[in-house]
């Protein structure tokens, strides 16, 4: 009887699903979807989560990983990659070993110029393919001689709201943020914007839940200004399969990012799964993702005060043209379906083990 093929997975998947950051998420739902696939005897997975606290188990499962697995699916942060990718380059090279790296985050092609000894191209072309998720990136890679980068978007493992609420706004306006709640996430400017906008008004013409984990260095910061807020509440963290039904209640996302190396994030999709209009700030890949007046509102990134003036106008809007809004965005669910993407991956992976 022929040995059962064993696929691995590298990343923060967290199992007990207590973390809900981007990262984690993604790499959870792989995982899942991996464990789906292939059945949960063939998938070894190898948790780094924590690992700077664990080294050795970590390691531990590294090993067994790459001893009891041809093919391996790799989702790491920078620091992570800092420390494992010398090892899947060797594991690849001398061993055979065919890995697939999905790309966290957007910034690749930085980390690139700034490698000084040049050997992160040469590891990143010594796996099969390196999965990334806007296609600027695709080419960003490419003109600095990485190979096999190829476009895969980000995805989420929810099903889109079946029915479009009947009623466009609330009175007021129900807003929301739906991500890390730290300053680059621009929180601090989102709970003060929704303030000046109802000073202009002179009414509580809208109000704005926050959702997602505090960062500790950031809550004394967050909960004074809730605290000084009388606009804002936060409201906890929501699990990955509620996020639809959650956002579906409100009538707008504020993305107002301030972080340089924000990628494709993932609170978007949720937002288009649950057809809800995106007020964000034009990141380096706000155009690959969202438009100006079709998706919602925006502002330019360099100018974080001017979100104000973003929910001011997108208070202004008729609920005709925010139904539209709706609909654009309820659209461009099926473009980040996980069934999708998933049959991206998994055709990859069995397209290598049946050479």
């Given at each position: 009887m022929a040995e059962r093929k064993r696929i691995g997975i590298i990343g923060r998947i967290d199992p007990s699903e207590s973390m809900f950051d981007g990262q984690t998420v993604k790499t959870r739902t792989i995982w899942k979807l991996m464990v789906e696939h292939f059945g949960a005897d063939s998938v070894v997975a190898?948790?780094?989560?924590?690992?700077s606290k664990k080294p050795l188990k970590v390691a531990w499962n590294l090993l067994r990983c790459l001893v009891s697995c041809r093919d391996i699916v790799v989702l790491l942060s920078r620091g992570g990659r800092k420390i494992?990718?010398?090892?899947?380059?060797?594991?690849?090279?001398?061993?055979g070993r065919n890995i697939f790296h999905s790309l966290i985050g957007g910034w690749l092609s930085r980390d690139i110029d700034e490698d000084e000894r040049g050997v992160l191209v040469n590891y990143l072309n010594s796996f099969k393919v390196n999965w990334v998720e806007t296609h600027e990136l695709v080419a960003a890679l490419a003109a600095r001689g990485v190979r096999n980068a190829e476009y895969l978007p980000n995805f989420k493992l929810i099903a889109p709201i079946s029915k479009l609420p009947e009623e466009?706004?609330?009175?007021p306006v129900r807003l929301c943020t739906f991500s890390r709640v730290?300053?680059?996430?621009?929180?601090?400017?989102?709970?003060?914007?929704?303030?000046?906008?109802?000073?202009?008004?002179?009414?509580?013409?809208?109000?704005?839940d926050i959702y997602g984990p505090i960062d500790a260095d950031y809550e004394h910061e967050f909960r004074k200004l809730l605290g000084n807020?009388?606009?804002?509440?936060?409201?906890?963290?929501?699990?990955?399969?509620?996020s639809v039904s959650t956002l579906s209640t409100y009538d707008?996302?504020?993305?107002?990012?301030?972080?340089?190396?924000?990628?494709?994030?993932?609170?978007?999709?949720?937002a288009f799964h649950a057809g809800l209009p995106v007020i964000s700030s034009r990141w380096r890949y706000y155009e690959e993702l969202l438009e100006d007046g079709k998706t919602g509102l925006s502002y330019p990134f360099e100018h974080c005060e001017m979100l104000e003036d973003a929910l001011f106008r997108f208070l202004e809007l008729d609920t005709?043209?925010?139904?539209?809004?709706?609909?654009?965005?309820?659209?461009?669910?099926?473009?980040?379906?996980?069934s999708s993407a998933f049959s991206q991956m998994s055709a990859a992976i069995e397209g290598e083990g049946n050479r």
């Open positions: 190898v948790d780094t989560l924590d690992y494992i990718f010398p090892v899947l380059s060797f594991a690849s090279n001398r061993f466009a706004l609330h009175s730290q300053e680059r996430k621009g929180i601090s400017n989102a709970i003060e914007s929704v303030d000046a906008v109802n000073a202009r008004y002179g009414r509580q013409a809208a109000m704005l807020s009388t606009s804002s509440s936060y409201k906890g963290c929501v699990r990955a399969e509620e707008a996302l504020l993305f107002p990012t301030e972080w340089v190396m924000e990628g494709i994030p993932g609170t978007v999709i949720d005709g043209t925010v139904g539209l809004m709706r609909e654009e965005c309820l659209s461009r669910a099926q473009r980040y379906s996980a």
